[in-house]
C-alpha cells in the first residue's frame, strides 16, 4: 500500500519541495473572515490535532478574524471529518484561479468576492465567471453557494461628489429626479476643492 514515494510526502519539507503548492491531505488553518482574493493560509501540518488546536488558538487571538481547518485533497480544500479528520465534504473556500483576462488593468469591470470566497468578475452590463478554467459565462447566482450576486449597487454612495465625501455640509437626497448637493452648492461643485469643504472636528 504504502510506497517508499508516499512515506517521503509525510515529510513536511519534502512535500513542499516536491509540490511547491501543498501536499495531498495536507491540513491548512485558513483565514475565512474577513476574505481576502487568495485565501490566506496561517498554519499547514500534516497532524490534525495539531492543525485544529491551531486553528482554535488563531480564532481565539483574533476578535474580528475567523479561521477554519481545511484538508488539502485532490487539488481541492476540503472540509475534514470531525473527529476522523479525513476529506469529509468539499470546502466552500477555494484557491480560485482567475483567468488572465480578468486580472489586466484595463478589464472593464472589478473582481468581487462572494461570502463563500468565489471571486467573480462584474462588468459594465453583466456578472461574468472569471476564473481560470471557466471564463466568460454570465451569472445572476454564485456557482460556488448559490447566493444572488449583485450587479454593483447603486446605493447612496455612488452619488456622493468626490468633492463632498465626509463635507458635513453634504445632503444628497433625491426630489423626485432632482439632487439636492448642498444649501451652499444645490448642485454642486464643479471640481474636487470646494471652498465651503468643512468636516466634524470633534
Ligand atoms: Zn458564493
Known sequence: MDTPTDFIFLEES??????????DREYLVIQ?????????????SYDYCDADQ??????????????????????????PGNMSGIP?????????????DYKSSD?????????????YFVGRTSILTCLKNDNGRSINICPNCAATLQEEEEDDD????SACRGCT?????????IQLIC????????????????VDID
Open 88 to 100: 469529509y465534504k468539499i470546502s466552500e473556500e477555494q484557491f480560485w484561479e482567475i483567468h488572465p
Open 14 to 23: 519534502i512535500a513542499k519541495k516536491c509540490n511547491p503548492k501543498f501536499g
Open 158 to 161: 455612488d452619488f456622493v461628489p
Open 54 to 79: 491551531k486553528c482554535q488558538l488563531e480564532s481565539l487571538s483574533h476578535d474580528y478574524s475567523c479561521f477554519a481547518t481545511r484538508i488539502y485533497h485532490d487539488g481541492k480544500l476540503w472540509i
Open 32 to 44: 475565512t473572515y474577513p476574505l481576502g482574493k487568495t485565501i490566506r493560509v496561517v498554519y499547514r
Open 183 to 198: 444649501a451652499i452648492h444645490p448642485s454642486g461643485w464643479s471640481d474636487d476643492n470646494c471652498p465651503d469643504f468643512s
Open 107 to 119: 478589464a472593464d469591470g472589478e473582481i468581487e468576492i462572494c461570502d463563500c470566497s468565489y471571486l
Open 169 to 177: 455640509n453634504y445632503h444628497g437626497d433625491f426630489y423626485g429626479d
